[in-house]
């Protein structure tokens, strides 16, 4: 399982950090990352890693701003997130596929942890 925590209100440009604890599975065999769902709005992968390789992704919209990282010792995934905008208001979860084409393809994801709200308001 998943568990998501560090969400919380923020002014813009402000900055949080979330994370995602991992348990019940090999966290060294996914790729594990944050995807957000704003109301009215499709589902975004925000960002992911791959516990493995390192390799990392970006949505577009947040590169530059987020940066994500992986403590493969304590199973958890961390996500930096900067430079906050109104726009970044959404429930992110964390979830886990296979690996990273996968995860970006947002269709094969194994594991889901609850969400975790972000605001960011003034």
């Known amino acids: 399982q998943l568990q998501a925590s560090g969400g919380g209100l923020v002014q813009p440009g402000g900055s949080l950090r979330l994370s995602c604890a991992a348990s019940?599975?090999?966290?060294?065999?996914?790729?594990i990352g944050w995807v957000r769902q704003a109301p009215g709005k499709e589902r975004e992968g925000v960002s992911c890693?791959?516990?493995?390789?390192?390799?990392?992704y970006f949505a577009n919209s947040v590169k530059g701003r987020f940066t994500i990282s992986s403590d493969n010792a304590k199973n958890t995934v961390y996500l930096q997130m900067n430079s906050l905008k109104p726009e970044d208001t959404a429930v992110y979860y964390c979830?886990?596929?296979?690996?990273?084409?996968?995860?970006?393809?947002?269709?094969?994801?194994?594991?889901w942890g609850q969400g975790t709200q972000v605001t960011v308001s003034s």
């Open positions: 979830a886990a596929a296979p690996d990273i084409l996968a995860w970006i393809g947002g269709q094969s994801f194994d594991y």
């Open positions: 019940g599975f090999a966290f060294g065999d996914y790729t």
């Open positions: 890693i791959s516990s493995s390789d390192g390799s990392t």
